[in-house]
């Protein structure tokens, strides 16, 4: 860096800081506990890491499109005790497409009310997240799910089960990652969806549907949740009705991370999963050097209040504004 200034210094630790952060975290837990990157520990986290890591996939759509979504928490958790429910009545074949099938409606009515109502999309997903928690909580009863027969059953594949030594959930997460980031990288969908993101009054007198646009983005969203949920719900055979409360922050901070503008139109679905990873290990590494798990909270604070000056800094090309 000798011959660079301290403007293209600051530019790069700017887009490039919350890498060089990582890896300093990933060396300072290493020394701290070799077990940290033991194949055992990676592929554990990476697994545990998974349903955070599929809805924050669909959720890298919507910040792109220029949008929020802090509905995805609750919208997990109704998915999670609605498909447990089904299981035990319909079975998991028929419970499986329902309980799609009504999470999917819920990211529709969601994508109407901000694609074409062109109602704020922070209020309205955050009026969501407590309606789908009421939705959950009168659906269950105000009780928690489990599936009365957990041996004769296939369904715990999903969330259980391996394939060439892989966990299911991990070859989920990465089909789920490799097939959205074909969508968003290569389709025209995908470039409508940075173009209405990047300028959505330019997109819209070029030609490009932009409230439909942002429904769909909403839609991939829910679908996204309920592959998460039914990971869930295959993994613990059981749940609490309120097992998705609070990881819509740390979805949105796993976006943020990868590199996704809260102003919208930049992102990839990549970098999305490089942030799930970067979360994952820092909370694991937290754990293994002794720290208790409520120390996650305050830390996915400080990463989302680092990660959006960061994006912030970037935008400006400085770390802070010599405006008053």
Same mark, same amino acid.
Request: proline share 1%; glycine share 10%; with cysteine.
């Given at each position: 860096m000798a011959g660079m200034s301290k403007a293209q210094i600051g530019g790069i630790l700017a887009?490039?800081?919350?890498?060089?952060?990582?890896?300093?975290?990933?060396? @300072?837990?290493?020394?701290?506990?070799?077990?940290?990157?033991?194949? &055992?520990?990676?592929?554990?986290?990476?697994?545990?890491?998974?349903?955070?890591?599929?809805?924050?996939? @669909?959720?890298?759509?919507?910040?792109?499109? @220029?949008?929020? &979504?802090?509905?995805? @928490?609750?919208?997990?958790?109704?998915?999670?005790?609605?498909?447990?429910?089904?299981?035990?009545?319909?079975?998991?074949?028929?419970?499986?497409?329902?309980m799609f099938a009504m999470t999917i409606a819920l990211g529709a009515l969601i994508g109407f009310l901000v694609g074409y109502l062109k109602l704020n999309s922070l209020i309205v997903t955050l009026g969501m997240l407590s309606a789908i928690h009421g939705l959950t909580l009168t659906y269950s009863g105000g009780k928690n799910m489990d599936i009365v027969d957990k041996q004769g059953t296939w369904f715990s594949v999903f969330g259980q089960g391996t394939a060439l030594g892989i966990p299911v959930p991990i070859i989920m997460f990465l089909l789920v990652a490799a097939f959205l980031g074909l969508v968003l990288a290569r389709t025209p969908f995908g470039r409508k969806v940075y173009a209405v993101g990047g300028n959505g009054t330019a997109a819209t007198f070029s030609g490009i549907p932009r409230a439909r646009t942002v429904?769909?983005? +909403?839609?991939?969203?829910?679908?996204?949740?309920?592959?998460?949920?039914?990971?869930?719900?295959?993994?613990?055979? $059981?749940?609490?009705?309120?097992?998705?409360?609070?990881?819509?922050?740390?979805?949105?901070?796993?976006?943020?991370?990868?590199?996704?503008?809260?102003?919208?139109?930049?992102?990839?679905?990549?970098?999305?999963?490089?942030?799930?990873?970067?979360?994952?290990?820092?909370?694991? $590494?937290?754990?293994?050097?002794?720290?208790?798990? +409520?120390?996650?909270?305050?830390?996915?604070?400080?990463?989302?209040?680092?990660?959006?000056?960061?994006?912030?800094?970037?935008?400006?090309?400085?770390?802070?504004?010599t405006i008053a």
């Open positions: 887009r490039q800081g919350i890498l060089i952060a990582f890896a300093l975290f990933i060396i @300072g837990f290493t020394l701290a506990n070799e077990k940290f990157l033991s194949a &055992d520990n990676v592929l554990s986290v990476v697994r545990s890491s998974a349903i955070l890591g599929v809805m924050a996939l @669909g959720v890298t759509f919507v910040v792109i499109s @220029g949008n929020l &979504d802090l509905s995805v @928490g609750s919208m997990m958790s109704f998915s999670t005790i609605v498909v447990l429910d089904l299981h035990d009545k319909v079975g998991p074949a028929i419970a499986i497409p329902l429904f769909y983005c +909403y839609v991939i969203s829910a679908a996204c949740v309920a592959t998460a949920g039914l990971i869930q719900a295959s993994r613990s055979m $059981g749940s609490q009705n309120t097992v998705g409360q609070g990881l819509e922050l740390e979805v949105l901070a796993a976006v943020i991370l990868g590199g996704a503008s809260l102003l919208g139109g930049s992102g990839t679905i990549f970098k999305t999963l490089i942030g799930v990873l970067i979360l994952g290990f820092i909370q694991n $590494g937290l754990l293994l050097v002794g720290l208790q798990f +409520y120390v996650q909270f305050v830390v996915t604070w400080v990463i989302i209040i680092l990660a959006v000056w960061l994006d912030i800094a970037a935008k400006r090309g400085k770390f802070w504004s």
